[in-house]
């Protein structure tokens, strides 16, 4: 059976009278590399919450249907056993630094001390995740004194440190550098090889297609489509309903309306197609 | 107005050296975007301009004022400041007493703050939201709202902090609307950005940090054609520009018009 497997789950937030997620039906396998699009508003971020169990423990609401995440229904289990099969990277990095630890270092060990690793482990793993991640140099620092893109990738480690089976990650690179962003992903995509589900919010739709194994596109709380990054990341649906696409679909597509790009030709999602691709139109 | 920078350098409590000899002027009118790696010290040059952090060591002058003289107060007179995260800057409970606050405080007659607060509301499309909390909107449109706030306030430079950070397709082409207005208005804005697509397709005049320092500083065809040099802070190039590099175009392109001319010359020669 799938890892997480989300079954006609539809949510309210309290106080609201439509659903944030309507009639959602999602199954994501062990190790795969699922990314989630769409645009604000879509219920991406709902849908992190969903799977980590944050909703509806924390948010509270009504949730109807069923989540269940590494054996766990969600629903009946308590929010900590959740958090131990999954991690959530927040949106806002700023949420989620805990603001009771002076260091990076510390910062990045408080889950894990908090569910009772033994000291020596705790350091050896916080070593190996500063390093995955790139902070090193900041272990010393108040997690307050970084700039943004710094503190999300603190965010980020003092997630990867507790070793989740599932990973979700909403707009993990947001405040990143391009290059660091592109590191993020290349980085993720290693964990996910390794055996770790994950679960991307993500608007950068060129390393999406690079590196994710499956796109699922939301809109208005539904899943409009899903399927391979070249299909979806493609589809007129998709652009036509205000999701952004790459530059490279972008100006293939404009190319097509200008009769310098055949109409049955596939469009291009990746740097490398659209050089294949323009290329091949050279005389 | 014009902003002039000189030999600026500024080290945080604590020994951080954050900025390293800057020196640069912003002509009255342009429109810049700052771009570099995280921590190359972007937000920390911006700060000095309206005040919210002193240099350690030179100046920064904003149009006949030296912003050591000056108190944060006096200086949002002359500097808008957008922040980074918008819940760093609202505090109202409507987003229509969230932007008349700004030109209110600045003392501007209420005729003025009127059409300032109309203008503002209609540029960022927010309204139909004027009677809204500004936290019961999402975090896309709690942006919006910290940008008409700032905007509202009518000075003649504006800066934004990453405006684009989390926002999907049609609020970065709202992002894009708000700028070209105030380049309509001729007003002075500088931008950091992350997003490298929208630096392009937006900005005339791009500087990039790295470590503190100024690494590049030209008009935009010129920077983004300089993948090497970018790559030191951790920036790529427009993924155009890389595609009309890649296929040999000969001239850097900026945005899509631009990448499709050049395609187009290129097949009929």
Same mark, same amino acid.
């Given at each position: 059976?799938a890892l997480?497997?989300?079954?006609?789950?539809t949510?309210?937030y309290p106080?609201?009278?439509?659903?944030?997620l309507?009639?959602?039906?999602?199954?994501?396998?062990?190790?795969?590399?699922?990314?989630?699009?769409?645009?604000?508003?879509?219920?991406?971020?709902?849908?992190?919450?969903t799977i980590?169990?944050?909703?509806?423990?924390?948010?509270?609401g009504?949730?109807?249907?069923?989540?269940?995440?590494?054996?766990?229904?969600?629903?009946?289990?308590?929010?900590?056993?959740?958090v131990?099969e999954?991690?959530?990277?927040?949106?806002?990095?700023?949420?989620?630094?805990?603001?009771a630890?002076f260091t990076?270092?510390?910062?990045?060990?408080?889950?894990?001390?908090?569910?009772g690793?033994?000291?020596?482990?705790?350091?050896?793993?916080?070593?190996?995740v500063?390093?995955?991640?790139?902070i090193?140099?900041l272990?010393?620092?108040?997690?307050?004194?970084?700039?943004?893109?710094?503190?999300?990738?603190?965010?980020?480690?003092?997630?990867?440190?507790?070793?989740?089976?599932?990973?979700?990650?909403?707009?993990?690179?947001?405040?990143?550098?391009?290059i660091?962003?592109?590191?993020?992903f290349?980085?993720?995509?290693?964990?996910?090889?390794?055996?770790?589900?994950?679960?991307?919010?993500?608007?950068k739709v060129?390393?999406?297609a690079?590196f994710a194994?499956?796109?699922?596109?939301?809109?208005?709380?539904?899943?409009?489509?899903?399927?391979?990054?070249?299909?979806?990341?493609?589809?007129?649906?998709?652009?036509?309903?205000?999701?952004g696409l790459?530059?490279?679909?972008?100006?293939?597509?404009?190319?097509?309306?200008?009769?310098?790009?055949?109409?049955?030709?596939?469009?291009?999602?990746?740097?490398?197609?659209?050089?294949?691709?323009?290329s091949g139109?050279?005389p | 107005?014009?902003?002039?920078?000189?030999?600026?350098?500024?080290?945080?409590p604590?020994?951080?050296?954050?900025?390293?000899?800057?020196?640069?002027?912003?002509?009255?009118?342009?429109?810049?975007?700052?771009?570099g790696?995280n921590?190359?010290g972007?937000?920390?040059?911006?700060?000095?301009?309206?005040?919210?952090?002193?240099?350690?060591?030179?100046?920064?002058?904003i149009? !006949?004022?030296? %912003?050591?003289? /000056?108190?944060? *107060?006096?200086?949002?007179?002359?500097? $808008?400041? &957008?922040?980074?995260?918008?819940?760093?800057?609202?505090?109202?409970?409507?987003?229509?007493?969230e932007i008349?606050?700004?030109?209110?405080?600045?003392?501007?007659?209420?005729?003025?703050?009127?059409?300032?607060?109309?203008?503002?509301?209609?540029?960022?499309e927010?309204?139909?939201?004027?009677?809204?909390?500004?936290?019961?909107?999402?975090?896309t449109?709690?942006?919006?709202?910290?940008?008409?706030?700032v905007?509202?306030?009518?000075?003649?430079?504006?800066?934004? !902090?990453e405006? %684009?950070t989390? /926002?999907?397709? *049609?609020?970065?082409?709202?992002?894009? $609307?708000? &700028?070209?207005?105030?380049?309509?208005?001729g007003k002075?804005?500088?931008?950091?950005?992350?997003d490298?697509?929208?630096?392009?397709?937006n900005f005339?005049?791009?500087?990039?940090?790295?470590?503190?320092?100024?690494l590049?500083?030209?008009?935009?065809?010129?920077?983004?054609?300089?993948?090497?040099t970018?790559?030191?802070?951790?920036?790529?190039?427009?993924?155009?520009?890389?595609l009309?590099?890649?296929?040999?175009?000969?001239?850097?392109?900026?945005?899509?018009?631009?990448?499709l001319?050049?395609?187009r010359?290129?097949?009929?020669?």
């Open positions: 059976m997480v497997n989300l079954h006609d789950v949510y309210k106080l609201t009278d439509t659903p944030a309507k009639n959602i039906n999602l199954q994501v396998e062990t190790g795969e590399f699922v990314a989630v699009i769409g645009p604000n508003g879509a219920g991406k971020s709902t849908l992190c919450y980590a169990g944050f909703i509806p423990h924390f948010f509270k009504e949730l109807e249907g069923t989540v269940q995440v590494a054996g766990l229904d969600t629903q009946h289990a308590t929010l900590s056993q959740c131990v999954t991690g959530l990277a927040f949106q806002n990095p700023f949420n989620q630094i805990s603001g630890k990076v270092f510390e910062e990045i060990a408080f889950g894990l001390e908090n569910t690793v033994p000291r020596q482990a705790m350091i050896e793993r916080v070593g190996q500063m390093d995955l991640t790139g090193s140099e272990a010393e620092r108040s997690p307050y004194s970084l700039s943004g893109g710094q503190q999300q990738r603190v965010a980020l480690a003092s997630i990867l440190v507790m070793e989740p089976k599932v990973l979700v990650l909403d707009e993990p690179t947001s405040q990143l550098d391009p660091g962003a592109r590191e993020v290349q980085v993720v995509k290693e964990m996910s090889a390794r055996g770790m589900t994950v679960i991307l919010v993500e608007h060129e390393w999406i690079q194994d499956r796109v699922v596109a939301m809109q208005d709380g539904m899943i409009i489509m899903e399927g391979s990054p070249a299909d979806v990341l493609t589809s007129s649906l998709l652009a036509d309903s205000g999701f790459s530059r490279y679909t972008q100006a293939a597509r404009d190319a097509v309306s200008r009769g310098l790009w055949p109409e049955q030709m596939r469009l291009p999602v990746t740097l490398q197609e659209a050089v294949d691709g323009f139109l050279l | 107005m014009r902003i002039e920078i000189q030999d600026l350098h500024f080290t945080y604590g020994g951080v050296e954050a900025l390293r000899g800057i020196s640069l002027s912003i002509a009255s009118g342009e429109q810049v975007a700052l771009i790696q921590g190359s972007k937000t920390t040059l911006v700060r000095h301009l309206n005040g919210l952090l002193r240099p350690t060591h030179g100046q920064v002058r149009g !006949d004022w030296d %912003t050591a003289d /000056q108190t944060v *107060a006096r200086l949002a007179a002359r500097v $808008g400041y &957008v922040f980074q995260n918008p819940d760093e800057q609202l505090f109202c409970k409507t987003v229509q007493d008349v606050f700004g030109p209110k405080n600045l003392g501007y007659a209420a005729d003025r703050i009127e059409t300032l607060v109309e203008d503002a509301l209609a540029l960022t927010l309204a139909d939201e004027k009677d809204t909390n500004p936290y019961d909107l999402s975090p449109w709690r942006k919006m709202v910290a940008i008409a706030s905007v509202a306030m009518d000075t003649p430079l504006v800066i934004f !902090d405006p %684009t989390g /926002q999907d397709a *049609a609020s970065v082409q709202r992002i894009a $609307g708000v &700028v070209a207005s105030l380049r309509a208005h002075t804005v500088l931008t950091i950005t992350h490298i697509d929208f630096c392009a397709e005339e005049r791009v500087i990039a940090l790295s470590q503190g320092k100024v590049l500083d030209g008009p935009v065809h010129e920077v983004i054609d300089q993948p090497e970018l790559a030191i802070t951790y920036v790529d190039p427009p993924q155009l520009t890389r009309g590099k890649s296929l040999g175009l000969g001239v850097p392109v900026r945005s899509k018009a631009e990448f001319a050049a395609f010359d290129l097949v009929g020669r």
